[in-house]
Structures are given as structure tokens and as C-alpha cells.
């Protein structure tokens, strides 16, 4: 698998990942070629109990594949498993 | 119209919004919160939603309610932050010239935004300890299954 | 509980009056006086019931909705006397600890009403004619029937 | 068709008939052996618009069958046909 060259991101963390990160959201620089796999870095790095076929993922307000590029400058939102109603 | 609330929801002020002469029936949803769930005494609940992502596809629910059903207007508040039992976490109104239209969006606006909405519930226990709903670790979900 | 009023229905207390710790999902119908019907402008509404009987039925409908279906609460008010265009004629409200059976429970109740109390419609047109609904004579409902 | 007893009954009108009739109820002496017929007599006195097989009937605020008899005392509605809701 090819390194992508990295880009500028912007991740929200919301309930669950919110209180596992520590917080609210972060920039950073990632080299991740796919969502899923950005996913599992920050996964590991912050122990999130939860699989990302278990989430819904979104990045500038809309739902994507987990299997989508990341484009520069993308604002990404983990999705847990939602619980409103 | 979809809208997130940080206040309690008032049901007179949305329900009257809906009438409209043409209106013969309006069906509406609460779902209250309840001092029980799966078997563990509920103390109160929290609800954070992804604001933006929420609006949005709350939006687009009414709307393919809207295409789906003959309804006059539709109508959804989601309530966040702080809840104490008994109060009103979501509310759903649909009118229709008639109630097999109203009856249908209603049902169907409510049973894509629990699936749907990006909107996470904390239960807070008598017991004092807290879980977000559905976010249990893989290996517990799991064992839920079995 | 079912009940006849002469008065304009307050919803907001009906509704308040249904709450409870244990129930998770209120669904409720109000129906409402529409300004036409069958192609013809309506003015106002007259509702006429045989009290007695329209009673006793309506508390029969309430008990069947709760033998059938899990709630926790049903109720139910129908108005009686002269409505203006856009006042609740009907309302029924269910609560349950799910949503399934509030809507299951609400809907049979809307159902069985309309066919089962011994109320009657009569509607005054625009035009200045009245109609008891569903009561032509037999010629003019068997012609409405071909 | 044998003709039984008078009995001394008491008559509810409600909407079309109560307006046919021109009054929302009476007390009346009959003859007629079922409900059916006495129906039949007031249809062909007041010239309700409407066949019995439209309608319902209750006595004593019970809905009964059109060939039950009439119970002396017996409070007769005849339910034409409902437009409740």
C-alpha cells in the first residue's frame, strides 16, 4: 500500500471517543491513505473500545465510505453507533 | 422542519404551528424519558448530538417524508444536554388531510432518526454510574449477542 | 378514559395528565375540522351524540386498545355541539413503554371510533346547506355507489 | 305473523331522524313484535330516508339485533349510520 502524502485534517470526536480522546477535537497532519485507516490509527493511539464497523463516518458533513480518500483540509466526524429518539 | 433544542420542548407551541385549514389530522410522537431502561434505574440523561451532521440529516428525513407520504407538514425537535425523567427528548408532529398519511410519516420520521441521527445518549444510573447507549466495547456487544 | 365535551379540547392537559415515569412513547391523534370536504367548502361543524351510549362504547374501545396492546395509558375526548373550521373535534392520546404498541394502540382506537360511537356529523356549507353525513337517503348512496 | 301485546316503550331521536321526526324523543304504546317493525312503522310515519339495514339499534344503551323483541319499558335508539372523529 502507497503512503499518501499528508494532509491537514480536522477530526470531531463526539459522547464515547469524546471522553476516550480527552477531547472535543484536534487537527493534525496524517499520511492515512483511506478514513478506515486513519480511523485505526487514532484507535489504537486512544484505545477506542469500539470497531470501525461499528461507526458511520462523515467528512465535510456528509456520510462517506470508510474505504474513501482523505482530501486536505477535511473536517472528518467518527459516527458511534447513535442513540438518539 | 428539523431542529435540535437545548431547552424543554414545548409541544402546544409546535403543535399549533402545524395547524392549517386544510389539515383533518395530526399524529404526533414524544418520547419521554424513562426512569428504567434495560432493567437499571435511570437517574437522568444526556444527550450530545454532531450539530451540523444532525440538522442536516434530521432535514432530510422530514423530507422524504414529505415525498413519501401525502402529508401537509412535518415537523421534528430532538432535545441535547441534560435531561431529567419524564421530560420530552424528541418530538415528531405530521399533518395530513387525512390520518393513513399522517399515521404513516409519523411512524416513519421516528424510525429513522433513532437509526439515523448523529445523536448519542448517556445514561446516568441511580447507581451512579454512566453509559453511552450502544457504545459498549466490541467484546460486550458481542457477548449481548450470544 | 373517553369523554364527551362541549368545550374546546385543551391537549396540553390531556396530554400532561398521561405522563408517567415508566412510559417512553406517547402517540397522539387529533383530528380536526377541515374546511372542505368532497369538493365543498365548509363552514362550521355540528357534532350530535347519543351521550349515554356514545359513552359507554367509547370506554369499551379504550379497554379492548389495552387488552390488545401494551400501554400504559389511553384516553380519549370527543366534541360535541358547533366547531369552527380548524378546532379539535377528536383527540386521542396512548403511552406505552415503546413506540410499537403506542402506535398500534393509538391507531386501533382512531380506527374503531369512527365506525363504532353513535356520533353524528353535520356539516354546514358556504353555500348556506347542510348535510348530516353519510345519512343521504338510500337512492342517493346506492347512486354514489355505482 | 301473530301481533304481541302493547307495550309501553320510549323512543331516542338523534341527527336526521331526530330532524324527521321533529323531536328528539317520544313515549309511545306499540304492537310491533321486533325492532324491525317498529322501525318500519316510524320510517313509514315520519318518512326517514334511510333502511333499517343502514342503521343500528340499541335499547336500554345496549346495541340489540333488529329482530330482537321489544321489552316492555324498553328505551329504543335507532343509530343511523355514525360519522364520529
Known amino acids: 500500500m502507497t503512503q499518501a502524502s499528508p494532509r491537514q485534517i480536522q477530526i470531531q470526536y463526539f459522547a464515547l471517543l469524546r471522553e476516550k480522546s480527552g477531547c472535543s477535537g484536534e487537527a493534525l497532519a496524517t499520511a492515512a491513505p483511506t478514513l478506515r485507516q486513519l480511523y485505526e490509527e487514532l484507535k489504537a493511539k486512544y484505545g477506542f473500545p469500539l470497531a470501525c464497523e461499528r461507526l458511520r463516518v462523515a467528512v465535510n458533513d456528509e456520510f462517506c465510505s470508510w474505504d474513501d480518500s482523505l482530501p486536505d483540509g477535511a473536517r472528518v466526524v467518527f459516527i458511534p453507533p447513535v442513540s438518539g429518539g | ?146
Open chain 2, 1 to 146: 422542519m428539523f431542529t435540535l433544542a437545548r431547552e424543554p420542548i414545548n409541544v402546544s407551541t409546535l403543535s399549533r404551528a402545524l395547524h392549517g385549514d386544510q389539515a383533518g389530522a395530526m399524529i404526533s410522537f414524544e418520547g419521554w424519558v424513562r426512569n428504567v431502561n434495560d432493567g437499571r434505574a435511570v437517574r437522568l440523561l444526556e444527550y450530545e448530538a454532531c450539530e451540523s451532521l444532525a440538522v442536516k440529516e434530521g432535514a432530510r428525513i422530514i423530507q422524504e417524508a414529505q415525498e413519501r407520504f401525502s402529508v401537509i407538514e412535518a415537523s421534528c425537535v430532538h432535545r441535547i444536554g441534560l435531561l431529567a425523567i419524564g421530560e420530552c427528548a424528541v418530538w415528531v408532529g405530521v399533518t395530513a388531510e387525512h390520518r393513513d398519511a399522517a399515521f404513516a410519516a409519523c411512524r416513519y420520521i421516528v424510525d429513522q432518526l433513532k437509526v439515523r441521527l448523529p445523536i448519542w445518549k448517556k445514561e446516568h444510573y441511580a447507581d451512579g454510574s454512566v453509559e453511552w447507549v450502544n457504545c459498549q466495547s466490541d467484546e460486550i456487544a458481542e457477548m449481548k449477542c450470544l
